[in-house]
């Protein structure tokens, strides 16, 4: 069975603070995911990262998958309340049957 | 891009009827869709995985005979709820992956309260 452990679970900050999500897997993917979830709304995927040691920027939001594919961060600079939200990683591989593995998600809230 | 529909985003019924839930692919094939099913501040709970033209894979522990799921179509699945009690009521979503790739693209989700 795949685990990809997401830290934290809950983080509140205030506006225009740093912040970064971890996840965390003994097993290799080929790929890995990040999404933002509202509330009752579907996920909205923020990038897939596929090479090892890959950096991807988006705005303010930085991605990192480690070298070995096992784990990612998500690093936020100067946050915003329109941050806030369900942060969720999600690892794929090839031998999954297709299926990704979910990390338990991170609940942000930036105040403002 | 990759935008996947769900419909209908929510819907109330009485216990003992059946709800039929649909995913679409509109602009993209998608050999693989999945079903979730997530409760409140919590993560995805996988259901199952429907694989166009052939039967569903259920994860353990969940019933198939009361979670339907029909992909008839490369641009669409459907799940149907039957014989729905109160404890079924939930957040569901679908995801679909493109033919080749293997990031899923999800709905928007669908709410059922089942009275």
């Known amino acids: ?112 | 891009g990759a935008v996947v529909s769900q419909h209908p985003s929510w819907v109330i019924c009485k216990s003992g009827t059946s709800v039929k839930i649909e995913c679409r692919s509109l602009d993209f094939q998608a050999t693989t869709m999945f079903w979730y099913r997530q409760f409140p501040k919590q993560s995805l709970m996988l259901m199952a995985t429907s694989n166009e033209g052939s039967k569903a894979t259920y994860e353990q522990g969940v019933e198939k005979d009361k979670f339907l799921i029909n992909h008839a179509s490369l641009t669409l699945s459907t799940l149907t709820v039957t014989s729905a009690h109160p404890e079924d009521s939930s957040f569901y979503i679908c995801s679909a992956r493109m033919v080749r790739g293997d990031t899923q693209y999800f709905g928007p989700g669908t709410r059922l309260t089942v009275l």
């Open chain 1, 1 to 112: 069975t795949q685990l990809l452990e997401q830290s934290p679970q809950f983080l509140s900050i205030q506006e225009g603070e740093n912040l970064t999500v971890y996840c965390n897997s003994s097993s290799v993917f080929s790929s890995l995911q990040w999404y933002r979830q509202e509330p009752g709304e579907g996920p909205v995927l923020l990038v897939t990262v596929v090479t090892g040691g890959e950096v991807k920027k988006l705005k303010r939001l930085t991605f990192q998958f480690g070298d070995a594919r096992k784990d990612s961060s998500l690093h936020i600079t100067a946050a915003q309340p329109g941050d806030t939200g369900l942060y969720l990683c999600a690892g794929a591989t090839w031998t999954n049957a297709g299926k990704s593995t979910f990390g338990d998600g991170t609940t942000l809230t930036v105040k403002p």
